[in-house]
């Protein structure tokens, strides 16, 4: 009888993989395109040359590059202590609703101060909108994932309150008034769109890895969410972890959305995120949870998108096309990761009975 | 005080319809939990269910084509997350998260490449109310109680069947028996992978269902995102519901008749902001789960993996 066996992989095996799935992704991305009439390669290539092919393409890949580090970070966080926080969209709006209040008052036209204040109001606003799941969480035990998902539905139809009425700017649109040249972050490179949130953000990284794997509290949000009733039995407290865990995400998310509004927009509307929240789920989850896997996947991920609005120009390819592209990477490299871990063997073996899966 | 009882017979009837998706998809999930697999794709699903099911019926004009196609599609996602998360034990959540976001992306993907951008939304044909003789005319009953489309009766249907199924008959045992302890259940001879293979199949195939509603009855049309969250609310009503049947009917209901009631108030006018009318159906869920308090009732072996011969 004819037997399937896993056998462990050697572990240099590993690294290799995830870009072979990725890449898998692609060529399913490449038949969705050649079945809607649109060559393929051509269209890539096209990606490709938007993203990376001129100054502006990369200062744009970097832009984006800079709102999906912050939200992947934030997500990362969260999942580091196995709190699954799907709500960062929601904590993105709430901070780029923080810097747009700050960038429209007194404060915001004072130089220096201003931009301290921009950034800081970002990360309070989404820090605190985080704590409301945690604290739900861990007062009457919701489960954080339903919570966080309802709650961007609630941001976003506040937010449309907001500019629909108390902060609209005069005129027919939904705008904020634009915020203060002292609240705007300032260009790195000139006549391009870079801003000085790539700064923040690699910064953002650096103190993520500071806070996870330097400090006591980052030891137990990591012995939490590796082993959270080992964790509680050490004495640690995971109430605290998961109050901390989720302040830090959120404001993390809610510095993404104020670089949006101080570095991109320049004013609070609607749509300021094109589902960044969302993407920094997957960003996280393909990162596995560490700020130099986040920033790579960040990187190409901000190339796809930018690349992908090139290709929404000149080809009429809709942009979703970059959103699918992102789903199908992550389960392609979820599906790969079977073939990092275990080695498929068939051999035959002489028991009777029904077929197994074994694990050697 | 008859304008009163008019607006309240509009609230319950519409409240009925609104519940309908959120009452399919939660079914299906039911099912789907309690053979341990939690299913966070729900809301990919119900999308998927609501492209394909007006895909079909657009181009074939053919209302049980577009059913057919509504159950289909979002049953090989479903394939696909049973595959990851039964086959491959990938963490259920993960797998959840990211056929979520792969209907997301999909449809409205696939919705522009076939449509383009169009300033009036293609609409099919709505399927109609059934006139019931007689009953469908007796005053405020008839409103109430008979004058819906046929997947309304489908899916309050389908409360009784789901409780036979899942209590009375021998594969429902079986079911529960995978989701409360998958390793009992295979010394007992079940094949685990395969039960909750199709009890996660079952559950998108009426997530579909549920999610197609919206676009073959509610609006006539496909939008991008149509299901707004139902699906992460379904999620929630099944807890609510405590995996049974009769109390998930209760929970969606109670999301229906709230919705109804925002909308029928915004529709009337009033002084509140119509966007935080709009935030109640999303604020119950989580003000109901908070009420809950711990009394959770999940499958004991819910969203976790198994694997034959570990210990």
């Known amino acids: ?108 036209a004072i130089p220096g101060l201003a931009l301290i204040a921009v950034i800081a109001v970002g990360f309070a606003f989404g820090g605190s909108f985080g704590l409301i799941p945690a604290a739900l969480k861990v007062k009457f035990g919701v489960n954080e994932i339903i919570v966080t998902v309802l709650l961007n539905f609630v941001v976003l139809l ?29 260009i790195i490179l ?24 330097k ?34 995400s959120g404001g993390l998310a809610g510095v993404a959305g104020a670089i949006l509004v101080s570095g991109v927009q320049l004013q609070l509307l609607e749509g300021i995120s094109p589902g960044y929240g969302f993407i920094g789920v997957i960003i996280a989850l393909l990162g596995r949870q560490h700020p130099v896997g986040v920033a790579v996947v960040a990187f190409f991920f901000a190339a796809l998108m930018s690349g992908s609005q090139v290709m929404y120009r000149t080809l009429g390819i809709p942009s979703a096309f970059a959103d699918t592209l992102q789903a199908l990477v992550l389960i392609f490299v979820l599906i790969g990761e079977l073939f990092t871990r275990w080695k498929i063997k068939t051999k035959i073996i002489k028991e009777s009975g029904s077929s197994a899966i074994s694990v050697k | 005080m008859i304008e009163t009882a008019v607006f309240a017979m509009g609230i319950v009837a519409s409240g009925v319809r609104l519940s309908i998706p959120i009452l399919f998809a939660a079914l299906g999930e039911q099912i789907a939990e309690r053979s341990g697999v939690l299913n966070l794709g729900v809301e990919g699903m119900m999308l998927m269910g609501a492209f394909t099911g007006f895909i079909g019926t657009y181009f074939t004009g053919n209302i049980f ?56 939304a293609p609409k099919i044909r709505e399927i109609p ?115 049974k049947p009769f109390w998930i009917v209760c929970g969606a209901l109670i999301f229906g008749m709230v919705d109804a009631f925002q909308l029928g108030l915004q529709a009337i006018g009033t002084a509140v902001p119509s966007e935080f009318l709009l935030m109640l159906p999303y604020l119950l869920p989580i003000a109901i789960m908070a009420g809950l308090y711990k009394r959770s009732a999940a499958p004991a072996a819910l969203a976790i993996s198994y694997q034959r011969g570990e210990r």
């Open chain 1, 1 to 108: 009888m004819k037997v399937i066996t896993l056998q462990r992989r050697s572990i240099n095996f590993k690294s290799f993989i995830p870009f072979l799935s990725a890449g898998l992704a692609f060529v399913v991305g490449a038949i969705i395109l050649y079945a809607a009439g649109v060559d393929p390669i051509n269209a890539y290539q096209i990606m490709l040359k938007g993203a990376f092919g001129s100054i502006r393409g990369i200062a744009d890949t970097l832009v984006k590059t800079t709102s999906l580090l912050l939200v992947g970070l934030a997500v990362a966080v969260a999942f580091k202590c196995r709190i699954w926080n799907i709500g960062a969209e929601g904590q993105l709006y709430m901070g780029a609703l923080g810097a747009a209040l700050i960038g429209i008052t007194a404060i915001g």
């Open chain 1, 158 to 186: 506040f937010i449309s309150y907001l500019l629909h009425g108390p902060i609209k700017a005069p005129g027919f649109n939904p705008y904020t008034p634009e915020i203060f040249p002292a609240s705007q972050l300032p």
């Open chain 1, 190 to 213: 000139p006549h391009t769109h870079l801003h000085a949130g790539i700064i923040i953000a690699a910064l953002a990284a650096i103190a993520v890895y500071i806070l996870l794997w």
């Open chain 1, 215 to 248: 400090t006591k509290i980052g030891f137990e949000i990591r012995s939490v969410g590796a082993n959270i009733k080992a964790a509680r039995y050490a004495g640690m407290n995971v109430a605290k972890s998961t109050f901390v865990v989720m302040g830090v």
């Open chain 2, 65 to 120: 084509i577009g059913l057919a196609l509504a159950i289909s599609g979002p049953a090989l996602m479903a394939a696909l997350m049973a595959f990851m998360s039964v086959s491959l034990r990938t963490n259920q959540l993960v797998a959840g998260l990211a056929i979520w976001l792969l209907g997301v992306g999909l449809t409205s993907l696939l919705y522009r490449l076939i449509f383009g951008v169009v300033t009036i």
């Open chain 2, 129 to 243: 109310p059934i006139d019931i003789p007689i009953l469908s005319h007796i005053p405020v009953l008839g409103p109430i109680l008979f004058q819906y489309d046929p997947l309304v009766y489908l899916a309050f249907l389908l409360v009784p069947l789901s409780q036979i199924f899942i209590f009375k008959t021998n594969l429902g045992l079986k079911i529960r028996t995978v989701g409360e302890n998958p390793k009992q259940a295979d010394a007992l001879g079940v094949d685990v992978y395969r039960i909750r293979y199709l009890a996660v199949i079952i559950g998108g195939a009426l997530a579909g269902i549920g999610g197609s509603y919206l676009a073959l009855v509610t609006t006539g049309n496909f939008l991008e995102n149509i299901t707004a969250g139902q699906g992460w609310i379904a999620l929630a009503v099944v807890i609510f519901g405590r995996w």
